[in-house]
């Protein structure tokens, strides 16, 4: 017991008393100045009576109070008072708990939107009572129009609708929908409460992506390891079944040397790609002579050429030495690839110009520009796809892998910069490397 109930029971008590009182100083003055005792009485019982009216009209008010009771409590001295004053009090701490779980279910519905998962609930008859945004971006839903649907009626894709029907969702489904964009879900369902459902919803999109890229990737080499391993294991079996000329001999192995140098080309495309993709970005403060590269490059294209095009190196610096940063084996590299690709798809005596430039703006440029048999339009954009060959058998007789622009986009872009390509089939093409100014600098 409290206090103010200590307070409120003494003043029920002090009411009995007074009434009491009044009863008994109405029968004993009664009695003094020879009123009947009756008289005495009926005083004190008009005076209880007063005072029962007067807390019914109270209690009255009170009540009025209560149906309505955001409106202000009344005015009221005494007990009464102390009752609405409780029975407000008690209002506002319902009040205050309310608000208190509407913020904390505020923020739990904020942690689940935060989510790139999406979170739907259904009720038992499969009828859409919550989705989260990222939920209805996934199937295509809005969270207000679509409340109270059947979800089947809305999200029809066949896979989530058998699976939705079978009603076993130990395993996740996936399924292929398209909002605009061709996107790929996993969708996990848990059943809770009484036969009501958590639907659970990811995009893998990336990762179904990157995991057929994967598998595509594993076939290529296989299939390029196997070709020349296929040739070398015939010209093994020639040579240990045949008779042969010195001549037949000396040709058969001057054929599986070309086989294994290609497999030796394409393992060292291979180990130049994994160690450029597992390595961090390249230090920006790593500064390299872009005259020792483009010397090298010199060397190595001019040995390649073997004299068959007419071609010139230039390295535009305004009297000055140019400098990039990055790793200077992935310039090599990437330049290198370009260079070789110009004197394997340029028929002899065609030109092949070798630039780098830096420009007023300080970014740098560094192109290769051939007269060769140049591009049609539609190869164009997919170039730098591993493994893709306009002309299969071209690359592969010329010693090409079928990775090197693929080398070169990585590169590039690992530095801040882009590959672009402009060519006409026929005519030529010109592949032109840019480098950002941050990444360039003459000193
Ligand atoms: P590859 O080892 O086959 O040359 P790349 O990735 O270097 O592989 O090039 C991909 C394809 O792009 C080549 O197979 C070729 O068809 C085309 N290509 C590359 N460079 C040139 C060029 N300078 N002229 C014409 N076609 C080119």
């Not at 929908?177 to 409460?193: A, D």
């Not at 790793?327 to 070798?354: C, F, H, Q």
Request: aromatic fraction near 6%; include cysteine; glycine fraction near 10%.
């Amino acid at each position: 017991m409290d206090t103010s109930d200590s307070w409120l029971l003494s003043r029920v008590g002090a009411r009995l008393l007074a009434a009491s009182a009044g009863g008994f100083a109405g029968w004993w003055i009664g009695n003094q100045i020879g009123y009947p005792a009756t008289t005495g009485m009926a005083a004190a019982a008009s005076a209880v009576l007063i005072l029962s009216v007067n807390d019914t009209l109270k209690g009255h008010r009170l009540l009025d109070w209560l149906r309505t009771p955001e409106a202000v409590p009344p005015d009221l001295p005494g007990m009464w008072g102390e009752v609405a004053h409780r029975v407000q009090r008690v209002v506002h701490l319902k009040d205050v708990r309310i608000a208190e779980e509407r913020a904390r279910l505020r923020e739990f519905l904020s942690a689940i939107e935060a989510s790139p998962n999406g979170v739907m609930l259904l009720d038992a008859n499969d009828q859409i009572t919550w989705i989260s945004s990222a939920a209805a971006d996934h199937f295509g839903l809005n969270p207000q129009r679509d409340l109270m649907q059947r979800v089947t009626n809305l999200v029809r894709q066949p896979a989530f609708v058998q699976y939705l029907a079978a009603g076993d969702y130990r395993d996740v489904v996936k399924c292929q929908v398209s909002h605009g964009r061709q996107t790929v879900l996993q969708i996990l369902v848990r059943v809770y409460g009484d036969g009501l459902k958590l639907v659970l919803s990811q995009d893998i999109t990336e990762r179904e992506r990157s995991d057929t890229m994967r598998r595509d990737f594993v076939a290529n080499v296989s299939h390029e390891i196997r070709t020349p391993l296929t040739v070398l294991n015939g010209f093994i079996e020639t040579l240990g079944s045949l008779p042969l000329t010195e001549v037949e001999r000396k040709r058969v192995i001057t054929l599986m040397m070309q086989q294994s140098e290609r497999m030796q080309g394409l393992v060292s495309d291979l180990l130049t790609l994994a160690q450029i993709e597992g390595s961090p970005r390249p230090a920006s403060d790593r500064w390299i002579k872009v005259d020792t590269l483009m010397a090298r490059i010199e060397t190595d294209g001019r040995g390649l050429s073997r004299d068959r095009h007419p071609m010139t190196f230039v390295t535009e610096a305004g009297g000055k030495h140019c400098e990039i940063a990055g790793i200077e084996s992935e310039w090599l590299s990437a330049m290198g690839n370009l260079v070789s690709n110009a004197v394997r798809y340029t028929p002899e005596g065609k030109a092949i110009d070798v630039r780098w430039q830096t420009l007023p703006d300080g970014s740098a440029e560094f192109s290769v520009k051939d007269g060769g048999i140049g591009i049609a339009p539609e190869h164009i954009p997919r170039l730098t796809e591993r493994f893709y060959r306009v002309d299969g058998s071209r690359s592969r007789e010329t010693g090409g892998t079928g990775l090197g622009l693929s080398i070169v986009k990585h590169v590039v872009q690992r530095h801040g910069g882009e590959l672009r390509i402009t060519s006409e089939a026929g005519k030529g093409s010109t592949f032109t490397l840019s480098l950002p100014a941050v990444r360039s600098r003459l000193v």
